[in-house]
């Protein structure tokens, strides 16, 4: 009760700041331009403010890496091996074990976390004969550099009043990266087949919270993060279907919009901050919230359908990944090269 009625700090309000004015900003440019994809435009700059205190050079390198890399990635096997699943399983399986071996290092964990869920989103649509794979591909980009330069604007802009202390580095045994590695790559993989066998290309949100709920890297974590990620996500409905309910048929005029996006990005954003636990219930909220006002709220389409679709998605989705996730941890305990351990 003491984290939740302390005051926020002046460098946590400010903090809180820049992740509201930051997602607000994203989706504002997005809307304006006409770009698709809008949900890069609008999570992207949470996933990087929320993650990243305070904005260096360190995070930006590693954001811009990694959509680089995917860029790269999906371009090659999209256009190579896209109609060949069989093929794309082990590639893809690959491609996720060294992103969360760069994870589970800790120093490269934005590289791996962006890495993942672009990587995973961008495969599972670059399968689809319909979708421009350079207009995906360039979208991702152009919302990663976007991101870098709204995240430095907003440093700027709202700087911290005090240094931050240095996170004390995690040395970790190499059983443990091992176990780390296998199961992060084995679900992540798992997600990928399953999604595309059953043609699931309307559940974005379903398929970020199963990578979403690997982030802690080990069992006893996804369990902690899946409950507060049902929380979050149902929290992040609850205000997207508010925000549906003020506007009403007013969804397309942006002078409306955007202040109910800023004021539910930095509601969460407090309960953030307050957590101080990366993945937590408002980090759950504000994906939530920016995956419906970035990629569904669209002229002529609303929030209700989608909201409450996200809801049911989402909890069989965490619900799947944290059984898988049990199976996988206990099959890798079996084994000391792999097993877990502090």
């Known amino acids: 009760m003491n984290l939740w009625h302390r005051p926020l700090t002046a460098n946590e309000l400010r903090q809180c700041l820049r992740i509201a004015f930051g997602c607000t900003l994203g989706f504002l440019l997005c809307k304006l331009f006409g770009w698709n994809y809008g949900v890069f435009y609008t999570v992207t700059p949470v996933l990087l403010l929320g993650m990243v205190p305070v904005m260096n050079g360190h995070a930006a390198r590693q954001l811009l890496a990694s959509a680089g890399l995917c860029g790269i990635e999906v371009g090659l096997l999209g256009g190579l091996f896209g109609s060949h699943p069989a093929l794309m399983i082990p590639i893809a399986f690959l491609l996720f074990l060294y992103r969360f071996a760069a994870m589970s290092r800790g120093s490269l964990f934005l590289f791996g976390a962006n890495g993942v869920l672009s990587l995973s ?38 700087p911290d ?66 409950r507060k990620r049902a929380m979050g996500t149902l929290l992040g409905v609850s205000v997207g279907l508010i925000c549906q309910l003020v506007l009403y048929d007013w969804s397309s005029v942006l002078l409306l919009v955007t202040p109910l ?82």
């Open 121 to 158: 989103i961008m495969l599972h649509f670059a399968s689809y004969p319909q979708t421009d794979l350079n207009d995906l591909i360039v979208n991702n980009l152009w919302a990663s550099i976007l991101s870098v330069l709204i995240a430095y604007l907003m440093t700027a802009l709202i």
């Open 161 to 226: 009043v005090e240094a931050r202390p240095t996170p004390p580095a995690i040395a970790k045994a190499p059983n443990r990266m091992r176990h780390e590695m296998l199961l992060g790559a084995t679900i992540a993989t798992l997600s990928f087949m399953v999604f595309q066998l059953f043609d699931l290309r309307d559940s974005m949100s379903a398929q970020a919270t199963t990578l979403l709920v690997l982030f802690p890297m080990h069992w006893d974590g996804a369990l902690r993060y899946a």
């Open 261 to 342: 996006l800023w004021l539910g990005a930095m509601l969460f954003s407090h309960a953030h901050v307050k957590e101080a636990s990366g993945s937590g219930v408002g980090f759950g909220a504000l994906t939530t919230l920016g995956i419906l006002f970035g990629q569904y709220l669209t002229p002529g389409n609303d929030l209700v359908f989608s909201a409450l679709y996200r809801v049911s998605s989402i909890l069989v989705a965490t619900l799947a990944t944290l059984l898988i996730c049990y199976l996988v941890h206990s099959l890798l305990n079996r084994f000391a090269p792999t097993r877990f351990g502090y």
